[in-house]
């Protein structure tokens, strides 16, 4: 659950204070400099973007990323940010220039020690030509300094980065990166994090994974907060939450430490986010037995601040929350929606875009399974009610969930006839082999890519039956399906006891 900025993005100006456009002059053809590139290999630019079907500039070709070291300094007094990231690669073309996608104004660019000149292109666009040609294979080091005030930096006057009264919040999809560390800006392209922030001592800093060490006292009666992701994930699951919070630390029944952050500011909403996210450890366990083995280092969440987001996100390791989630008090059921994203979706990401059902069908799928655990409604019975709830006529059965557009990738259908597929995928295959064909998606795309007709593929591998009808209908065909046999019923279905805390979290969704 999240906020977009639409593909419409691709036609939008930037609006920058003080951005740099120009690095510092650059070397050609220098010899010494690592592998030089055969003969037959002349090199050429790297894309600008990965050529996704919703979101074709996002990404960038030509290398790929191992590792993210970024480092900053920010004030959130001025939400002045300053930073170096070094970004460790692997060219996976001979190149003669690259992009990276960010916004903030850029000092300087280093590629293996060497200057490199720079220049903006389209919105996003950071455009790298290397002092010396680069080999196909050959490894890279490149250290981007930076500098500006990230709220102030806009797209269309929108900014994905969210100021707030004790300090900011990075948190959005799909993107979110471009606002703070400069990065290949798609899911296809993952790398793991150590994010380290300098804040003035008495603001906390919450993000990925695990702290490898304690908070660091500077100069300047400051502290450096580190935190480090060890598996690999796409750039838009990194984030910061920078702010007054009380971080609460525990273990899993697994032994992974659990890591939980309140917001300060959070008034009387506070006992109903503890109430909800201090149960992440009973509902990863939960899932776990579901889906597989937990795929991260971590576990945990962040309640965020009054006048933060307003909706949820699943960042890796550790979802940050909105404070509307809170406000009739506890809802697990949005926990439960999040940590499923662990598996689909932060794991197991999407190739494309458009194939966003692979994350949140089964999300929401998931609180359909965990109000079945608890007895306050079965799948069966949120599946009646879901589908007598939105008429035939419905605006909401036009939409196809398997590829809703760019403009609609987070719609209702998304998540709610989305979750309705997978249902029947699971009446088509039994019990038995649905939980399999789960299990085995989320094992055999591990820390990779999908696409929903791998996924089809494997679930008929698994159950030995075609699935043709069962996708088309549900995922790809516009109009309410029919249903049929012991499946349609005169009787209007009851309202599940679980469905006002479903509703209530899917009412956050942007529309």
């Not at 740099?20 to 003969?39: F, K, N, S």
């Not at 630019?45 to 300094?73: C, E, I, K, T």
């Not at 919070?245 to 500011?265: F, K, L, R």
């Not at 059921?333 to 197991?348: M, R």
């Amino acid at each position: 659950m999240r906020r977009v900025l639409t593909a419409a993005i691709a036609a939008l100006t930037v609006t920058t204070a003080g951005t740099v456009t120009t690095g510092a002059p650059g070397q050609a053809a220098l010899p010494g400099w690592g592998r030089p590139a055969p003969a037959s290999a002349t090199p050429t630019p790297g894309s600008a973007g990965l050529g996704d079907s919703y979101f074709p500039d996002y990404g960038n070709g030509g290398y790929d990323v191992g590792h993210y070291d970024v480092r900053l300094r920010y004030e959130p007094a001025t939400d002045r940010l300053t930073g170096t990231t070094t970004i460790l690669a692997k060219a996976t073309q001979a190149l003669s220039r690259f992009n990276l996608d960010f916004l903030l104004g850029v000092r300087s660019v280093r590629v293996n020690g060497w200057p490199a000149t720079f220049k903006r292109a389209g919105v996003h666009e950071l455009v790298v030509t290397a002092p010396r040609p680069i080999a196909k294979d050959q490894q890279l080091t490149i250290v981007v300094t930076y500098a500006g005030v990230p709220s102030e930096t806009l797209v269309n006057g929108y900014s994905g980065w969210t100021r707030t009264a004790d300090g900011a919040l990075a948190v959005n999809e799909p993107e979110s990166a471009w606002w703070w560390f400069p990065s290949n800006d798609h899911p296809k392209d993952k790398a793991t994090w150590d994010i380290s922030v300098s804040v003035p001592t008495g603001v906390e800093v919450v993000s990925n994974g695990v702290q490898p060490r304690d908070p660091v006292a500077e100069a300047g009666n400051r502290t450096r907060w580190s935190w480090r992701s060890t598996k690999p994930g796409a750039t838009y699951q990194a984030f910061l939450a920078i702010g007054q919070y009380d971080i609460v630390t525990d273990t899993a029944p697994s032994g992974q430490p659990v890591i939980n952050a309140y917001s300060t500011t959070l008034g009387d909403r506070e006992p109903a986010a503890r109430a909800s996210i201090e149960r992440t450890a009973e509902i990863v366990d939960w899932e776990s037995g579901l889906f597989g083995p937990y795929p991260f280092e971590a576990q945990g969440g962040v309640a965020g601040p009054i006048d933060g987001i307003g909706f949820a996100l699943e960042t890796q390791t550790r979802p940050v929350y909105g404070p509307g989630f809170w406000r009739r008090g506890a809802n697990p059921y949005v926990v439960v929606h999040e940590n499923a994203h662990q598996w689909f979706g932060d794991s197991v990401s999407v190739a494309d875009w458009s194939a966003i059902w692979l994350n949140e069908g089964f999300a929401s799928y998931a609180e359909w399974l965990w109000s079945e655990e608890q007895g306050e409604g079965t799948a069966q019975e949120l599946f009646d009610f879901t589908y007598a709830g939105y008429p035939a006529d419905s605006e909401f059965w036009q939409v196809l969930p398997g590829n809703p557009g760019a403009d609609r990738v987070f719609d209702d259908a998304v998540y709610d006839r989305g979750a309705m597929a997978l249902h029947q995928l699971r009446l088509a295959v039994g019990d038995q082999a649905f939980f399999r064909i789960l299990r085995a998606w989320a094992a055999r795309h591990r820390y990779g890519n999908g696409t929903i007709a791998q996924f089809q593929a494997l679930a008929e591998r698994i159950s030995g039956r075609n699935l043709d009808g069962v996708f088309t209908t549900w995922l790809f065909t516009a109009g309410r399906p029919e249903l049929t046999g012991a499946a349609r019923t005169a009787v209007a279905p009851v309202q599940p006891k679980s469905w006002p805390r479903l509703r209530e979290a899917h009412q956050l969704l942007p529309h």
